[in-house]
T-cell receptor, first 112, second 114 residues
C-alpha cells in the first residue's frame, strides 16, 4: 500500500533558524513529489514540485530534495520567519497508483 | 500556473439538504479531476477520480450514492453531497490534471452542516 509519512508532526522554532521537514514514501516508483503550504482554514499553496528525474528544486528560501532510492524528501527552510508558520504537506504521485497521496503534514510555528 | 476555482468557497446548510460544489479549470481543459476531503487537523484524503464523460471512480470507504460526482465537460466537475449530515462537515478540495500530467489544486470549499 502506497503511503506518505511526515516527521515531525509539529515543530516550533525561534525566528531566524534554518529547519528541515521530512517526508517519506513507501515506493520509489513515483511520478513526482510536491510540497504544499496550508494556512489554517485555507486551501493549498504549491511550494515546490520535484519530478521523478530531479533531485532538488529551489525557490527563494526553500529547497526541496528528493531521494527515490531511500524514499525520502526534505524541505529545507532557511532563515525562518513568523510568516512561515503554517502546515506543510508533502504529496506523492505514485507511478502505479497514478494518484496524488498526501502526508499528514507538519505544523510549523516560527516564534518571533 | 494553471488556475482551478471552486464555488462556493464556504457553505452552511441544514442537515438533510443537498449541497453542490463546483470545480472549474479556468484556463485549460482537464480530462481528469480529483476530489479530496480534509477533516480538521487531518490531511487530505482522496475521495474520487472524475473523468470527463464517464463515471467517477470512488476510493474505498467513500459512498458513491452520497457523494455524487459529475464531470460533464472538460472544465467542470461537480460534487454533490446528498442528504448532508453534520459528520459530512469538512473541507473539500478539487484538483485538475492537465493533458501533460501537471496537476493543480483548487482553493477548497468549507462545508458546515448544522
Amino acid at each position: 500500500k502506497q503511503e506518505v509519512t511526515q516527521i515531525p508532526a509539529a515543530l516550533s522554532v525561534p525566528e531566524g533558524e534554518n529547519l528541515v521537514l521530512n517526508c517519506s514514501f513507501t515506493d520509489s516508483a513515483i511520478y513526482n513529489l510536491q510540497w504544499f503550504r496550508q494556512d489554517p482554514g485555507k486551501g493549498l499553496t504549491s511550494l515546490l514540485l520535484i519530478q521523478s528525474s530531479q533531485r532538488e528544486q529551489t525557490s527563494g528560501r526553500l529547497n526541496a530534495s528528493l531521494d527515490k532510492s531511500s524514499g525520502r524528501s526534505t524541505l529545507y527552510i532557511a532563515a525562518s520567519q513568523p510568516g512561515d508558520s503554517a502546515t506543510y504537506l508533502c504529496a506523492v504521485r505514485y507511478t502505479s497508483y497514478d494518484k496524488v497521496i498526501f502526508g499528514p503534514g507538519t505544523s510549523l510555528s516560527v516564534i518571533p | 500556473g494553471a488556475v482551478v476555482s471552486q464555488h462556493p468557497s464556504w457553505v452552511i446548510c441544514k442537515s438533510g439538504t443537498s449541497v453542490k460544489i463546483e470545480c472549474r479549470s479556468l484556463d485549460f481543459q482537464a480530462t481528469t479531476m480529483f476530489w479530496y476531503r480534509q477533516f480538521p487537523k487531518q490531511s487530505l484524503m482522496l475521495m474520487a477520480t472524475s473523468n470527463e464523460g464517464s463515471k467517477a471512480t470512488y476510493e474505498q470507504g467513500v459512498e458513491k450514492d452520497k457523494f455524487l460526482i459529475n464531470h460533464a465537460s472538460l472544465t467542470l466537475s461537480t460534487l454533490t453531497v446528498t442528504s448532508a449530515h453534520p459528520e459530512d462537515s469538512s473541507f473539500y478540495i478539487c484538483s485538475a490534471r492537465l493533458p501533460n500530467n501537471e496537476q493543480f489544486f483548487g482553493p477548497g470549499t468549507r462545508l458546515t452542516v448544522l
